[in-house]
């Protein structure tokens, strides 16, 4: 697997790399990884995309070739659009067509011999956390974009090492799958925020309390720093923070406590944070796996009005209220009530963003600084939780342990000898 270790001046980047724009043609598109993920929530939204005469998968790529090939066979069976070349001959095996045009041309479990043989347009990754480094790297130099399941990488400085990889002008850009900050809901929660049509933000929860049984631990990269990057702080939080962060802008300041209250495992499996936001607002963020009964939430208290969105893994219009002040017109307030068409936060609905932003050439949303935010508030939380110290924004970077791994070094966090610290071990802040 290529590295992000480069010679200064040295562009890795193939010269016929398939910069924006690109009209009048499918985006081509590979998939690595086709566990769960790729074939619950991208496969779908391909499918869509692909009916709409956008994108054609290319190829799919898994260490396991049974996975791989049954990728493509699902691919098959709901109709995505194949590349031109569809049929035996690389790789470990394609899947029947099932269909004129349709089906997936290619699976491997290679995925450098994928790039090279393929040279997709776009990447779609979806493999543990540690992989997604490397694999990112390996694609941008091949010339594709890249779309990556979260976390994105497993620290700041691997963020900032891919970011060094992308195009200048048109591209290829990495990007997170932050589905939750798309969908009607949340554009027209926004947009009422932006014009400070419910007056300012003051406070706001970010609450993501799932539950997550031993046997959901027995995945081997699952709970480890190295492999998972962190826990559902990093994990299964970022979704809500993210989406807090969209709505409500810049963060400035975090002071944090982390437990490790249950689970036989290296990372924390709750937190808690105050955040300090630049526009002056004040939120508490809530992240958990020990929570039986499990909630996704976000409520925001402006000077008129409160927003709050509760679900659990997405949203549609009818999971946000707005409940407006008591002196608030009934003519203003129901003109808030308004969402418009429904349409629910998707994987379907990023990617038809990220594709129009392929086709004329700009970086998307939920890339370069846009999705750096959100990780460095991870980060920001973890050193808070671990040092008791007050993290500012900006603060984390080179020479800063918690640049180059999300534990810091911390003793009773870090690492050692490979064994996890034992439960009902805590850090405090």
Avoid at 251 to 269: I, K
Avoid at 306 to 327: C, F, K, M, Q, S
Avoid at 358 to 383: C, F, Q
Wanted: proline fraction near 7%; charge should be negative; aromatic fraction near 6%.
């Amino acid at each position: 697997m290529a590295t992000s270790e480069t010679a200064p001046g040295t562009d890795h980047r193939h010269p016929q790399s398939p910069l924006a724009p690109l009209p009048g043609r499918r985006i081509r598109v590979a998939v690595i990884g086709t566990g769960a993920i790729a074939r619950d929530s991208h496969l779908p939204a391909l499918a869509r995309l692909a009916a709409e005469g956008e994108t054609e998968i290319v190829a799919a790529v898994d260490i396991a070739a049974e996975s791989a090939d049954d990728f493509c066979a699902i691919a098959a069976e709901v109709g995505v659009e194949a590349g031109a070349g569809a049929g035996a001959g690389a790789g470990t095996g394609v899947a029947a067509v099932a269909g004129a045009g349709a089906g997936v041309p290619r699976a491997y479990t290679d995925p450098d011999l994928m790039l090279q043989e393929q040279r997709p347009d776009l990447v779609i990754i979806c493999t543990p956390p540690t992989l997604h480094r490397d694999q990112t790297v390996a694609a941008l130099r091949a010339g594709a974009w890249v779309w990556c399941e979260k976390p994105p990488v497993p620290s700041l400085a691997d963020f900032d090492a891919v970011e060094a990889e992308e195009g200048e002008d048109g591209g290829p850009y990495a990007s997170i799958v932050f589905q939750h900050r798309f969908g009607s809901g949340t554009r027209h929660v926004r947009r009422l925020l932006a014009e400070q049509a419910m007056g300012r933000p003051l406070v706001a929860h970010c609450q993501t309390t799932w539950y997550r049984d031993t046997a959901y631990y027995a995945v081997p990269w699952r709970g480890r720093w190295q492999t998972e990057g962190g826990g559902p702080a990093m994990g299964h939080g970022i979704h809500q923070m993210d989406l807090l962060l969209d709505l409500l802008g810049p963060w400035s300041e975090v002071r944090a406590m982390a437990g490790r209250l249950v689970h036989d495992v290296e990372t924390e499996d709750v937190s808690t944070a105050l955040v300090r936001f630049a526009n002056g607002a004040m939120a508490t963020v809530v992240n958990s796996v020990l929570s039986p009964d499990e909630v996704s939430r976000i409520r925001i208290d402006c000077e008129r009005a409160t927003v709050e969105l509760t679900h659990l893994y997405g949203h549609r219009n009818d999971n946000w209220a707005i409940t407006p002040a008591r002196d608030v017109p009934s003519a203003e307030a129901a003109a808030w009530q308004d969402f418009g068409a429904d349409v629910p936060s998707s994987h379907l609905d990023q990617l038809r963003e990220l594709v129009a932003s392929m086709r004329v050439g700009e970086r998307p949303r939920s890339s370069g600084a846009d999705g750096r935010t959100s990780l460095e508030l991870i980060a920001a939380l973890y050193k808070s939780a671990f040092t008791d110290a007050t993290v500012k924004a900006g603060e984390i970077g080179p020479g800063d342990p918690f640049y180059t791994a999300m534990h810091g070094g911390a003793p009773g966090w870090a690492p050692v000898l490979g064994e996890p610290a034992a439960p009902g071990e805590e850090a405090a802040a």
